[in-house]
Structures are given as C-alpha cells and as structure tokens.
C-alpha cells in the first residue's frame, strides 16, 4: 500500500537560512503523483507543486525547490532565504493511478512538517 | 482562495448528535473528496464523488456518509457523534478526479465534539 513518511515533525531555523523538508514514498505504481501542500496557521491548505513519477527535472519556483528522485522514492523541498511568512505545516502527499484504474482513491499524506522561521 | 467554499467554519455539538457539512467545488470542477485531519491521525482521506456517483471510499466509518447533488455541492453527514470525531474537515475538488489532476481545498469545517 502507499505510504508517505515525513520523518522531520518539526524543524526551527533563524529567518533567511536555507531549510529542506524531507519526503519519502512507498508505492506499488509505476505511474503516481507527488504533491506539496502548505497549511498556514490559518489552518487552510494551500497547493505548492504537482508531480508525475515519469518527470524526475528538478523544479524551482522562486525562492521554492525541488528534488525528486525515484532511486529513492525522495521527493524534497527546499526553501532558500527563508522568511517568517513560510511558517507553517508543510505536507507532502502521493496519488497513485494504476491500481486505482486511472482514477484518485485520495490523496496519501505524510504527517506534515511543522516548519517555524525565527526572526 | 481556492474556489471551493465549505459551511460552517466551525460547529460544536454534543456527543450522540448528527451534523451535516457542506461542500461548493470550484467552477468546472466535477468531482469532490473529504478528508478528515486530527491530531492522532493526521490527514486522512474519506470519500470520492464524481458527477454525482460515488468513486473511491477511503477510512470512512460506517456512521458517515456523504452525497453529491445535480449542481455538484456535496454534504458529509456525521452521525451518532463521538468525542474523537472533533476534528478539521476539509472538502477538495478537481476537474474530473483523475490521479494527476490537483486537488484544491476548502478552508475547512472545524468540529467540535462535546
């Protein structure tokens, strides 16, 4: 069965460094989605970047990264510069399509990563 | 604003109660999911619609049910309400509800169990 795991539960960084949130997947497809999503303290979740397993080119999006890497089913995301306005949960979450008949059985996601920028 | 509106923001009620929460999706959209996020389970997916049929069932508990109307609103019924049914609901729409298709989330119903 899928599975995301989000080994860092939080991270604490001072305002302007570098920070990486880790994403590692489990699944039976060979084809799949990745996504990131933002959960401010407002308590909404907001859509950062989709995914597809064939598409391993790394992508950024301003001060926003990431790193996919199907040799270890990685899937990171970087935030360089970091400022107070990133604070928040971040999650990470897969889709799978095959088995699911092309279709979405929901979303799997990781336990989220509680990400605090420091002024 | 990711298009998809849900009702109420907030509801507190009590134990053994049934409550209905409300789903807009976005413009265009046909199909709806629910989840579920508390504390002790994180995220969790609930229910698939899509144009009105039910597609996919996630850890729904049989207490729950939902359903999706000719103008594409959904409602998620929670009854025989329980202490650890408090949590954040949140409702997401996509296009079609095909796996790459992304989902975007309403704000979220925060219930509260008494």
């Known amino acids: 069965a899928q599975k995301v795991t989000q080994a860092q539960t939080e991270i604490s960084v001072v305002e302007k460094e570098d920070v990486t949130l880790d994403c590692v997947y489990e699944?039976?497809?060979?084809?799949?989605?990745l996504f990131w999503y933002k959960q401010p303290p407002s308590g909404e979740l907001v859509f950062l970047i989709r995914?597809?397993?064939?598409?391993?080119q790394n992508e950024i999006s301003g001060r926003y990264s990431w790193n996919f890497q199907k040799s270890t089913s990685s899937f990171n995301f970087t935030i360089t510069a970091s400022q107070v306005v990133d604070s928040a949960v971040y999650f990470c979450a897969l889709s799978e399509a095959v088995y699911s008949g092309g279709g979405a059985d929901g979303l799997t996601f990781g336990k989220g990563t509680h990400l605090i920028i420091q002024p | 604003d990711s298009g998809v509106t849900q009702t109420p923001k907030h509801l507190i009620t009590a134990t053994g109660q049934r409550v209905t929460l409300r789903c807009s999706p976005r413009s265009g959209d046909l199909s709806v999911y629910w989840y579920q996020q508390s504390l002790d389970q994180g995220l969790q997916f609930l229910i698939q619609y899509y144009n009105g049929e039910e597609r996919a069932k996630g850890n729904i508990l049989e207490r729950f049910s939902a359903q999706q109307f000719p103008d594409l609103h959904s409602e998620l019924n929670l009854s025989s309400l329980e202490l650890g049914d408090s949590a954040l609901y949140f409702c997401a729409s996509s296009r079609s509800g095909r796996a790459q298709e992304t989902q975007y989330f309403g704000p979220g119903t925060r219930l509260l169990v008494l």
């Open positions: 995914r597809n397993s064939f598409d391993e």
């Open positions: 699944t039976r497809d060979t084809t799949y989605y």
